[in-house]
Nanobody, 123 residues
């Protein structure tokens, strides 16, 4: 079993900054990918940014140049630095990880989601 603990959401004015963090713990052998998704009211959940074990990153076009995702492999944590926030960034942000974990039969690759953290940007 893997647990994801998220923190850093909140309310900020347009143009402001927030930093989200997500830490994975549990019977983890390796973390292949960690990243953030978001879901605004009435909209589908969408990828914001993701980072691989090797450090390759992928960003949604809407956040490129404003958001930066980094990863600390030593403590299984990712950080999403969000700058120049816009009202349209308002959403619940969810951490997601694809991990290789210990199982009763050896190991397996599974996806896990965090509980979500609210980000609200006022105009």
């Amino acid at each position: 079993q893997v647990q994801l603990v998220e923190s850093g959401g909140g309310l900020v004015q347009a143009g402001g900054s927030l930093r989200l963090s997500c830490t994975a713990s549990g019977s983890i052998i390796s973390i292949n990918v960690m990243g953030w998704y978001r879901q605004a009211p009435g909209k589908q959940r969408e990828l914001v940014a993701a980072i691989t074990l090797g450090g390759s990153t992928n960003y949604a076009d809407s956040v490129k140049g404003r958001f930066t995702l980094s990863r600390n492999n030593a403590n299984n944590t990712v950080y999403l630095q969000m700058n120049s926030l816009k009202p349209e960034d308002t959403a619940v942000y969810y951490c997601k990880t694809s991990v290789v974990v210990v199982t009763t039969t050896g190991k397996g690759l599974y996806d896990y989601w965090g509980q979500g953290t609210q980000v609200a940007v006022s105009s």
